[in-house]
C-alpha cells in the first residue's frame, strides 16, 4: 500500500503548527528500505542538486525514494545536460537500482513537482535542499517539522532572520541539518585550521577571505514564454512575482537580489565559514562590518530586469581580539579588464593593509608569527611545511573530525550525533555575508552585536532586505 499522503494545502497549514506532532521520522513506524538504509527524498535536482543526487547514490547506507523538482525535464540557454530536472533525475535513480528493483528489493522512485509531496511522506527519513537560495529557509523548516532530517546546500539562508527560524526549526524539532560546506570535511583544510588555532602563525592579527570572481553585467533581459517544463510561479516561491526570463533560473539566479546575496553570500558561505573556523568564532560573528562595491548594471533604464547584486566589493569587519578581516574577489585577469583604475582606488580607499593574495582565490591567515593559506585541499605557508618535523603535540586543539561529507551525514542521521557542518554554525557565517551587503547598499559601517545576534543603533539596516523582507503568500515561513 502507498503511503499516506497530505494534501498540499492541508499539509501548509497543519506542518505550520509549533511543535506539530503529526509526523515523525519514518524509522518510527519501520518504514526504512530494506537492510534499514535511511530513505532519502530529493528536493531539486537541477545542477547541483543533481550532482548531490549523483554522490547520494554511492552510499550504500541510503536509498533514493524520491526525487522533486519544479522542472520536469531539462531546458535551459546553456548546456542542458547539465541542467536537470525531475524526470531525468528518476531515470538516473531508475537506473542506479536497476538490479535491486529487478529482485524486488527496491520499489522505485517517485518523480513529483512539489516538495510538499516528498514532506508529507512517512516512509521517508531525510531530504536533500538543493533549490535557489530564497527557498532554503521553507522547505528547511517545513522538513523539521515533518520530521525529516536535512542535507541543505549553502548559501544557507536569503536572509538573517530566515537563517534564525531555520536554526530555531532544527533545535526545537531535534533534527540533523548538515549544510553543504564540504570543505569542513577535507583533512587539509580542518589540519591548516588546526595549525591557526594552535598558534603556529602566533598572535592571529588579519584574515583575508579572496573569493572567484563572476563578472555579472548584463541586462535588460526580455520577457519570454514560460517553459511548458517549468511551474514558475512555484519556483518563485517566496520571491516577487516576475516576468520569467530564462536568466532569472539555473545558475544566473544568484546575481539577482531576489533570490540570492550574489557572490558575497554564493561563494562567501564557502570561504568564510573556513575562516571562522580557523578564528574559532563559530558561535560568534563580527562587532562591525562596512564596505563598498561596484554594481555593474547601475543606472539601467530597466533595473528590474538586469542582474542587481554586486560583482566586486571590498567588505572589512572587525572581530573580537582585535582580528581584522577583509573580503574581497580575485584580481585576475578578467577583473582587471574590468575595472577602471579609478574604480579599483574607491575600493580599496578604506584599507592600506599590504595584500599580496590579492590575485589567489582562498583564505589566508595572518599572524604576528607567520601566515597559512588555504583553499580546497591545497595549504601553504611555513607551518604547514614544518609540520611534519614539528607535529602539533597530544593535548593541542582538535578540530571536528570528517573526510566524506555525505558520508558524515548519514552517520549522524543513524546516531544522532553533531554534523561537521551544522545549521548553527553555517547560520553564524551566512550572517556575517548578509552584513556585507547591508553595509555595501547603505555604504555605512554596521555595528553588530553577536549576542543578541541584532544590527545596534540603525533602524534602516535593521531592516534591510538582507536582515528580513516580505515573503509571497503562500510560501511564507508562519509561526
Not at 212 to 227: C, I, M, R, S
Request: aromatic content about 10%.
Amino acid at each position: 500500500m502507498s503511503p499516506p499522503r497530505l494534501a498540499r494545502r492541508t499539509f501548509l497549514k497543519t506542518a505550520a503548527a509549533v511543535g506539530a506532532p503529526w509526523i515523525v521520522p519514518a524509522t518510527v513506524f519501520g518504514a526504512t528500505a530494506p537492510n534499514n538504509r535511511i530513505t532519502v527524498g530529493c528536493i531539486g535536482t537541477g545542477n547541483q542538486g543533481f550532482n548531490i543526487l549523483k554522490q547520494f547514490l554511492k552510499h550504500a547506507e541510503a536509498q533514493v525514494v524520491a526525487v522533486c523538482d519544479v522542472n520536469r525535464g531539462s531546458f535551459g540557454y546553456r548546456d542542458e545536460k547539465q541542467y536537470c530536472g525531475r524526470e531525468p533525475a528518476q531515470k538516473l535513480v531508475h537506473e542506479h537500482y536497476a538490479a535491486a528493483r529487478a529482485s524486488g528489493r527496491y520499489r522505485g522512485c517517485d518523480a513529483v513537482g512539489d516538495f510538499r509531496d516528498v514532506l508529507a511522506r512517512r516512509d521517508i527519513d531525510a531530504v536533500t535542499i538543493v533549490t535557489p537560495d530564497h527557498w532554503h529557509a521553507v522547505m528547511t523548516v517545513l522538513a523539521a517539522r515533518a520530521g525529516k532530517d536535512i542535507y541543505c546546500e549553502k548559501p544557507l539562508s536569503l536572509t538573517v532572520r530566515d537563517g534564525q527560524e531555520m536554526v530555531r526549526a532544527v533545535r526545537e524539532h531535534r533534527r540533523i541539518l548538515q549544510t553543504g560546506s564540504h570543505e569542513r570535511s577535507n583533512p587539509v583544510t580542518r589540519h591548516a585550521c588546526e595549525l591557526v588555532r594552535n598558534g603556529r602563525i602566533g598572535k592571529l592579527q588579519r584574515v583575508t577571505v579572496v573569493l572567484p570572481f563572476w563578472n555579472t553585467k548584463g541586462g535588460p533581459f526580455a520577457p519570454q514564454p514560460v517553459p511548458p517544463n517549468l511551474n514558475w510561479d512555484l519556483w518563485q516561491g517566496q520571491a516577487p512575482a516576475r516576468e520569467y526570463c530564462p536568466e532569472r533560473v539555473h545558475f544566473n539566479f544568484r546575481w539577482w537580489s531576489d533570490y540570492a546575496g550574489g557572490i558575497i553570500t554564493d561563494w562567501g558561505q564557502h570561504h568564510m565559514d573556513i575562516a571562522f573556523w580557523g578564528m574559532g568564532v563559530e558561535d560568534s560573528g563580527p562587532l562591525s562590518v562596512e564596505g563598498t562595491a561596484i554594481f555593474p548594471n547601475e543606472g539601467a533604464k530597466e533595473p528590474t530586469r538586469c542582474y542587481d547584486n554586486p560583482d566586486r566589493f571590498l567588505v572589512k569587519m572587525q572581530f573580537p581580539n582585535q582580528v581584522e578581516l577583509l573580503y574581497f574577489v580575485a584580481h585576475d585577469q578578467k577583473y582587471r579588464e574590468s575595472i577602471t583604475p579609478e574604480d579599483e582606488a574607491r575600493l580599496f580607499s578604506q584599507t592600506q593593509a599590504d595584500l599580496p593574495e590579492k590575485s589567489r582565490n582562498g583564505i589566508m591567515f595572518i599572524g604576528d608569527q607567520g601566515r597559512v593559506f588555504v583553499n580546497r585541499g591545497r595549504a601553504y605557508g611555513k607551518p604547514v611545511d614544518e609540520l611534519k618535523e614539528n607535529p602539533l603535540t597530544s593535548n593541542a586543539i582538535r578540530l571536528y573530525e570528517s573526510n566524506d561529507h555525505m558520508a558524515n551525514f548519514f552517520e549522524c542521521v543513524k546516531t544522532r550525533k553533531t554534523p561537521a557542518a551544522t545549521v548553527d554554525v553555517a547560520h553564524r557565517v551566512i550572517t556575517a555575508c548578509h552584513l556585507g551587503n547591508i553595509a555595501i547598499r547603505l555604504k555605512r559601517k554596521i555595528v553588530w552585536d553577536p549576542v543578541k545576534e541584532e544590527i545596534v543603533g540603525d533602524a534602516e539596516a535593521a531592516n534591510s532586505i538582507y536582515v528580513r523582507r516580505p515573503q509571497r503568500a503562500p510560501y511564507q515561513i508562519t509561526a
